[in-house]
């Protein structure tokens, strides 16, 4: 018994979607995927070891990267495990109630990583163009309440996203994905629903320009005093690549339309849509942990005395 009646009216909720099948050579894939996966739990988990552990660490700018950090390993494990067992037991098929935690655990992931940019650009802001305010206005009660949107903002936008993209009942059942993702199954509904579109993208294009602002100030401020010009160096460039690395992957994945997945080759066309999953989360700490000179001086002293170890 199907959930799809013969007329195409929808009966009752799926038991499970389709995802993207892909080639074959899957053991390649399988071990590529989780060789990244491992990469990318080792990269974040040190980083966020490092500031947790580390008091000197223990600032607003610094807490923010290791909410980034813990944002990307949420997003990672929304993504890979899925991935994996499905490369390994050679099976495309999810149950609907696991496709929605995913598509939860993705929404934040994506909507929490650009929370994170954002407000690790205000506090950048403050820190070079208001240095004399900037504890007043960073308070710890200021940073735990910015923790607390970092999170509480996502979770809402998901749960609405979510909301919005079960309004209207399914009509199919085969996503052109290897995830489930709130956008796509707007696709699958019966009626299409082009203000859900409209929504997210407001939201996405209003935090990126709201970010590029605060970075255009911070250059305008930094023209004239080379303090503010080695700030801006040894702090905002990591967060300034940080951000135009997802910028560009999240760009990546939304051009890819159903006409570009019938022109371009099944294993781009899939690489492109999981982009902006599997790369900042490795790229963010290897660029924070080389361009932020107190994490690495930590690193190379964790590292030093691991060579010790080892040889001793």
């Known amino acids: 018994e199907g959930w799809i009646s013969k007329r195409g009216v929808q009966r009752s909720s799926p038991n499970f979607i389709a995802l993207q099948a892909m080639d074959p050579l899957l053991i390649i894939f399988f071990s590529f995927a989780l060789s ?5 739990i080792v990269l974040n988990a040190a980083l966020i070891m490092i500031i947790a552990f ?10 923010f990267l290791c909410n980034l950090c813990v944002n990307d390993l949420c997003g990672t494990t929304g993504f890979y495990p899925r991935a994996l067992v499905y490369l390994l037991t050679e099976t495309n098929r999810i149950s609907f109630e696991e496709c929605i935690v995913q598509c939860l655990a993705i929404v934040m992931y994506a909507t929490g990583e650009f929370t994170n940019l954002s407000v690790m650009a205000v506090d950048r802001y403050i820190a070079i163009c208001q240095p004399l305010r900037y504890h007043s206005i960073m308070s710890p009660f200021a940073v735990r309440s910015l923790v607390t949107f970092i999170w509480i903002f996502p979770f809402f936008i998901g749960v609405l996203a979510i909301s919005l993209a079960l309004k209207h009942p399914l009509c199919r059942y085969d996503m052109n994905r290897l ?4 956008l796509t199954l707007l696709n699958l509904a019966c009626k299409q629903d082009i203000f859900q579109g409209i929504i ?3 939201i996405y294009i209003s935090k990126a320009v709201f970010v590029l602002i605060s970075y255009f100030k911070i250059i305008l401020a930094c023209r004239k005093s080379k303090v503010n010009q080695e700030k801006f160096f040894s702090t905002c460039v990591p967060h300034l690549i ?17 006409f570009r997945a019938k022109s371009l080759p099944r294993m781009l066309y899939t690489f492109l849509t999981v982009i902006f999953l599997i790369v900042p989360p490795v790229v963010n700490p290897v660029i924070y942990g080389i361009k932020l000179s107190p994490v690495r001086a930590k690193i190379l002293i964790i590292y030093s005395l691991s060579c010790t170890i080892y040889i001793t």
């Open 36 to 40: 990244a996966y491992l990469l990318t």
């Open 54 to 63: 580390e008091k000197a660490l223990h600032e607003p700018m610094y807490i």
């Open 179 to 182: 995830f489930c993702e709130h």
């Open 200 to 202: 997210n993208g407001f």
């Open 242 to 258: 940080s951000f135009l690395n997802y910028i560009a992957c999240v760009f990546f994945d939304s051009s890819q339309t159903e």
